[in-house]
């Protein structure tokens, strides 16, 4: 028996959804607050303002779901597929999104305060004002997203794959981007106060206008990186690799 397609305002609190078919379903304004929806299949629903706080949707199929406005504060998503899914003004605080796809998705203005992304797959995604703070996004794989002036203040970036991501007046302040990947990356007029940027690459980067103050560039690879307006006062650059001219040299 197929399950029922039209579940608009529908009170699902806690409900067991398990593998659930429910693509092209519409569940506009339910609350489905704590429901087990792990490996559910949503593909193409429309989900918006709906109430899924501390649901379980580990492994479940989002692609293409319309999940604008959604409460997903402090859900399991891991494992998730949520690709080219729009969670524009989402509240994801605090969910769990280890290992999660969420390549080309749009999270305009979401809130992911804190949310575990570690080494989710963020190719692509449209972060334009969204909230990470103190976000984990350790091994996180966000070439070409669209960070421009999000909110990273305090994030682990470790080992991040920032490859030509747009972070135009990003806040990365205090923000620890050890070991990423950040080729080709537009950090114009980002605020990398206090950032922890050790052994990271900065390859053709563009940093014009960028705050540094007090930033940790230990080891870190700058060639070809522009850095015109840039006040590298209390920068520390030991160990850094920088061009000049032709030469690649070491700062010592």
């Given at each position: 028996?197929?399950?029922?397609?039209?579940?608009?305002?529908?009170?699902?609190?806690?409900?067991?959804?398990?593998?659930?078919?429910?693509?092209?379903?519409?569940?506009?304004?339910?609350?489905?607050?704590?429901?087990?929806?792990?490996?559910?299949?949503?593909?193409?629903?429309?989900?918006?303002?709906?109430?899924?706080?501390?649901?379980?949707?580990?492994?479940?199929?989002?692609?293409?779901?319309?999940?604008?406005?959604?409460?997903?504060?402090?859900?399991?998503?891991?494992?998730?597929?949520?690709?080219?899914?729009?969670?524009?003004?989402?509240?994801?605080?605090?969910?769990?999104?280890?290992?999660?796809?969420?390549?080309?998705?749009?999270?305009?203005?979401?809130n992911l305060t804190g949310?575990?992304?570690?080494?989710?797959?963020?190719?692509?995604?449209?972060?334009?004002?969204?909230?990470?703070?103190?976000?984990?996004?350790?091994?996180?794989?966000?070439?070409?997203?669209?960070?421009?002036?999000?909110?990273?203040?305090?994030?682990?970036?470790?080992?991040?794959?920032?490859?030509?991501?747009?972070?135009?007046?990003?806040?990365?302040?205090?923000?620890?981007?050890?070991?990423?990947?950040?080729?080709?990356?537009?950090?114009?007029?980002?605020?990398?106060?206090?950032?922890?940027?050790?052994?990271?690459?900065?390859?053709?980067?563009?940093?014009?206008?960028?705050?540094?103050?007090?930033?940790?560039?230990?080891?870190?690879?700058?060639?070809?990186?522009?850095?015109s307006d840039v006040d590298?006062?209390?920068?520390?650059?030991?160990?850094?690799?920088?061009?000049?001219?032709?030469?690649?040299?070491?700062?010592?």
């Amino acid at each position: 028996m197929s399950e029922p397609k039209d579940l608009r305002g529908a009170d699902l609190t806690g409900a067991d959804l398990t593998s659930a078919n429910l693509m092209g379903a519409n569940l506009t304004g339910a609350n489905l607050t704590r429901a087990d929806l792990s490996g559910v299949n949503l593909t193409d629903a429309n989900l918006m303002g709906a109430n899924l706080m501390g649901a379980d949707l580990s492994f479940a199929n989002l692609t293409d779901a319309n999940l604008t406005g959604v409460d997903l504060s402090f859900a399991t998503l891991m494992g998730a597929d949520l690709t080219s899914a729009n969670l524009t003004s989402a509240n994801l605080s605090g969910a769990k999104m280890n290992g999660t796809n969420l390549a080309s998705a749009y999270l305009t203005e979401a809130n992911l305060t804190g949310a575990y992304l570690t080494s989710a797959n963020l190719t692509g995604a449209d972060l334009l004002g969204a909230n990470l703070t103190v976000a984990r996004l350790r091994g996180a794989d966000l070439t070409d997203a669209s960070l421009c002036d999000a909110d990273l203040m305090s994030a682990d970036l470790t080992g991040a794959d920032l490859t030509s991501a747009n972070l135009w007046a990003a806040n990365l302040t205090g923000a620890d981007l050890t070991s990423a990947n950040l080729t080709s990356a537009m950090l114009i007029a980002a605020d990398l106060t206090s950032a922890n940027l050790t052994s990271a690459n900065l390859t053709s980067a563009k940093l014009n206008g960028a705050k540094l103050n007090g930033a940790k560039l230990n080891g870190a690879y700058l060639t070809d990186a522009s850095l015109s307006d840039v006040d590298l006062t209390f920068v520390d650059l030991t160990g850094a690799y920088l061009l000049q001219g032709w030469k690649l040299v070491r700062d010592e």
